[in-house]
């Protein structure tokens, strides 16, 4: 039985993606139809998806078996749409966004742990004034967000020899990284973390999780990387913390409200620099084999890999 998929996505991204699973469906092996835009909603089982399609309503979708988000991160999902409760609603895990995140953390991560901008400063102002930064095993990088994304981070960053810690939800065990959970756990990680990666996903738990009580239990001077959502950061607390000195520099590519308004706090300042949400994209090239695995997997009668908790929130 040929089994149909609909792409439901921003319209301009709609042919990158047509195009890689045009190429991919015919040698996946599986009998599956890709269907033009707009088709009936009841022919569609596999929906390829994204709140930006404007799709908000499933009623219609009466055969569907399986709803695949294009995106990691699912909060804005969990508030807007409501899919029927025997439809699996699975979060995007694929290859290229994982090395693409792990890239642009351990980057920021070299960034700070070789002070680059005290040379570039240096450079620019004429001063010639030695200074060498320690090796990376004796530098300390947190990790709040021991899932997909957090652990290929930690991967990169143990090659490079530095000591981790991280933080998660449940207990975990990790090779090369001092795991912590629950809310002492998080103190523990942020006491010892001079680099922190922050790579959340936003729920009612994690958000504020960085606020003025918790930034001052850094050490002082300590760096912060967030691609995770902007909201799991107090704005006005760590805008506090920069201005005091207790946190250094901060590298934010996540915002409360995008893309960030002029005039916000966080430019111009120098103590922070802005990335616009693009510290990792889902690349189709990669994403449409994840897809397709996912779909086999369904009709290989196996449960759906990343499936969305509601209750849980991510
Ligand atoms: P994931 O695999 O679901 O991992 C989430 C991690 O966060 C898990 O380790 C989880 O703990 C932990 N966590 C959740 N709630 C927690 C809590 N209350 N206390 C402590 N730890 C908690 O997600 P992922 O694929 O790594 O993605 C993480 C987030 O990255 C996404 O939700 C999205 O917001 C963001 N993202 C951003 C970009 C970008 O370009 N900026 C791109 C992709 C994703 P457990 O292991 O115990 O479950």
Redesign the pocket.
Known sequence: MTRTIQLAMEPEDTPAWRAVLEKLVPTSGLDLELLPDDPDPGSVDYLVYNIDSGITDFTPYTKLRAILNTW??VEAVLKTIDWPAHVPFTRM?EPG?TQG?AEYFTGHAMRYHLDIDRFVTDSVEGRWQKWSPPLTSMRTVGIL??????IATAGLLRGLGFKLIG????P?DLDGVACH?GADGLRRVLEDAEILVV?????P??ENVLNAETLAWMPRGACIVN???GPLIDDDALLAALASGQIRHATL??FREEPLPQGHGYWQNPGVTVTP?????TRPETACAAILEQIARDLDGKPLLHVVDRNRG?
């Open positions: 990691a991160g895990v966004m995140m967000g021991l899932g997909e994304l957090g933080w998660s939800r449940s975990k959970h790579i959340l996903p936003l729920t738990e994690t691609a995770g959502r590519d996540v949400h693009i510290a990792s994209v991510y």
